[in-house]
């Protein structure tokens, strides 16, 4: 009892700290990064690419036969991803309880779907995906634009966004995206942190090529309250990757003593020259 009462602990402060009461609001990501299919590390907490991404305007809400979803039909005003229509079909939960995303007749939203199995958009509410209506969250809206335009657009500068440590609790700042684009392509440093203040990538870019030492960190959540750190540390050159070394670090408890021990170990996983 006292070992799961601690280890339960453990888990809660090393996922969930900033206290959210939702696994929708556990997002390490506070910006369409990941949406956009530009992100290796895999962790809980990231989100998924988007098969469709796109700023439009509610035209009407619909009923399905299907009382827990609706539909909802927006005139595009401007695609970012996926395939371009005049108008588009969105499905979602009925309520904002069942992450269904929520928006009125007339306003402006920008959308992030996935598509489901059946040839139908899906998307959920703000803090469950990056979905967010624009006058409901002006802030957000406006830094997704902004850093969508910049994406899509390779518009030249350096750049450096950063978040809130919580979704909704807006105190304090961390670092979370720096990068460069010269002549239309990346270049320069590239840093992804999320809202722990942990590295998820870093890395450079030499004219849209990756050059020198990468490192990119996967996480994942393994049973009995043990969490995985998979270190790819990647040497390329002229932008193909030559070398790569794999390291693992597992974080958890076992069961020695009267409230369990808490351990970390590292152990080199793989080393490789690749070949190109």
Request: aromatic fraction near 14%; include cysteine; hydrophobic fraction near 30%.
């Amino acid at each position: 009892m006292k070992y799961s009462l601690f280890a339960s602990l453990f888990l809660f402060l090393s996922y969930t700290h900033h206290g959210l009461c939702c696994s929708c609001t556990i997002s390490l990501l506070d910006l369409p990064i990941v949406e956009l299919g530009i992100v290796q590390a895999k962790s809980p907490g990231l989100s998924s690419i988007s098969a469709l991404i796109f700023q439009g305007e509610l035209l009407e809400e619909k009923n399905t036969a299907n009382n827990f979803k609706k539909e909802l039909i927006f005139k595009v005003i401007k695609y970012y991803k996926g395939v371009e229509k005049d108008t588009i079909s969105i499905f979602t939960n009925s309520t904002p309880e069942a992450c269904g995303f929520y928006t009125s007749v007339g306003s402006t939203s920008l959308i992030f779907a996935g598509l489901g199995k059946q040839g139908q958009y899906y998307t959920w509410r703000s803090d469950c995906c990056k979905s967010i209506d624009s006058e409901q969250d002006q802030e957000r809206y406006l830094k997704y634009i902004d850093f969508l335009e910049v994406i899509t657009e390779m518009k030249d500068g350096d750049y450096e966004y950063n978040q809130y440590t919580g979704h909704w609790q807006r105190n304090e700042v961390v670092d979370l995206f720096k990068f460069g684009i010269k002549n239309g392509t990346f270049h320069g440093i590239w840093e992804l942190t999320d809202r722990r203040g942990k590295v998820l990538e870093k890395g450079e870019y030499s004219q849209g090529q990756r050059v020198g030492n990468w490192k990119i960190y996967s996480t994942r959540v393994l049973e009995n309250y043990h969490k995985r750190v998979e270190i790819q540390t990647i040497e390329y050159q002229d932008g193909k990757a030559i070398r790569e070394l794999v390291t693992i670090k597992e974080m958890g408890f076992n069961s020695e003593g009267e409230y369990g021990v808490l351990y970390e170990k590292t152990e080199v996983k793989n080393y490789s020259i690749l070949k190109n």
